[in-house]
């Protein structure tokens, strides 16, 4: 089953509930949740309080994707927040079988997430702990950039990995996906899709969501 979790980097942040629940009208279960720290990216984007009240919001799974430095600083919090994926990303600390375990002790999703320029193999040792593995399709920071085809060889490869080893990782991508390119994502075996601007810099929000769920029934 693939599933769609669009990325609210791009919504507008002052209506952020009515775009919300745009996407529960649609039936989408997840919502992507960026934050960003400034030091791991060369951006800020939203923290604590702002997924503190995203969760009060809705009940839609809070897929969320810490990109910042030493992410084991706020394990904790993040899990009282109520997030309920949380995705770290290996370059951002040594500890991460610590954060792994603090994660999953508290049943909730843990994902490790790699940037483009980091071989996949560099998880290898830890796949059999998680739920997912994300994969950056754009150097993080910023949404609306450019797809980066080197990420296709990387999901291919991590696929054949998880179904030979009889694992259920699931495998996330992020970053500049849209309507003429997810196609390709979902071939290479990829079956969690970010949605960024694509969705929250149109209009018509619903329809394009519909026509990306269209795409996913053929997989
Ligand atoms: C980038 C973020 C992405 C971003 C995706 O660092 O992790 O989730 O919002 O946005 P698009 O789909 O516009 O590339
Ligand atoms: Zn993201």
Redesign the pocket.
């Given at each position: 089953m693939i599933k769609l979790s669009p990325?609210i980097?791009?919504a507008n942040f002052v209506r952020l509930e009515e775009e919300i629940k745009i996407l529960e009208r649609e039936g989408i279960e997840y919502v992507?949740i960026?934050v960003?720290d400034g030091m791991f990216?060369p951006n800020i984007s939203i923290g604590m309080p702002v997924i503190k009240s995203i969760r009060k919001a809705t009940n839609m799974v809070l897929d969320t994707?810490f990109?910042i430095v030493e992410p084991e600083r706020y394990i904790d919090e993040f899990i009282s927040l109520g997030c309920d994926i949380i995705n770290f990303h290996f370059e951002a600390t040594k500890k991460h079988m610590e954060i792994i375990e603090k994660i999953k002790k508290a049943n909730k999703k843990v994902g490790m997430t790699i940037k483009p320029n980091t071989d996949y193999k560099e998880i290898l040792p830890f796949i059999k702990h998680l739920d997912l593995v994300l994969v950056?399709s754009?150097?993080?920071?910023?949404?609306?950039?450019s797809f980066m085809e080197n990420s296709l060889e990387k999901i291919s490869a991590l696929r054949k990995y998880i179904n030979e080893n009889n694992l259920t990782c699931d495998i996330e991508v992020?970053?500049?996906?849209k309507l003429d390119n997810v196609n390709k994502v979902l071939e290479a075996g990829a079956n969690v899709i970010?949605?960024?601007?694509?969705i929250f810099e149109k209009e018509d929000k619903s329809t394009i969501i519909k026509q990306y769920n269209e795409i996913f029934k053929n997989f």
């Amino acid at each position: 089953m693939i599933k769609l979790s669009p990325s609210i980097l791009s919504a507008n942040f002052v209506r952020l509930e009515e775009e919300i629940k745009i996407l529960e009208r649609e039936g989408i279960e997840y919502v992507h949740i960026d934050v960003m720290d400034g030091m791991f990216v060369p951006n800020i984007s939203i923290g604590m309080p702002v997924i503190k009240s995203i969760r009060k919001a809705t009940n839609m799974v809070l897929d969320t994707h810490f990109m910042i430095v030493e992410p084991e600083r706020y394990i904790d919090e993040f899990i009282s927040l109520g997030c309920d994926i949380i995705n770290f990303h290996f370059e951002a600390t040594k500890k991460h079988m610590e954060i792994i375990e603090k994660i999953k002790k508290a049943n909730k999703k843990v994902g490790m997430t790699i940037k483009p320029n980091t071989d996949y193999k560099e998880i290898l040792p830890f796949i059999k702990h998680l739920d997912l593995v994300l994969v950056m399709s754009v150097e993080p920071g910023f949404g609306g950039q450019s797809f980066m085809e080197n990420s296709l060889e990387k999901i291919s490869a991590l696929r054949k990995y998880i179904n030979e080893n009889n694992l259920t990782c699931d495998i996330e991508v992020d970053g500049g996906i849209k309507l003429d390119n997810v196609n390709k994502v979902l071939e290479a075996g990829a079956n969690v899709i970010v949605v960024g601007s694509d969705i929250f810099e149109k209009e018509d929000k619903s329809t394009i969501i519909k026509q990306y769920n269209e795409i996913f029934k053929n997989f």
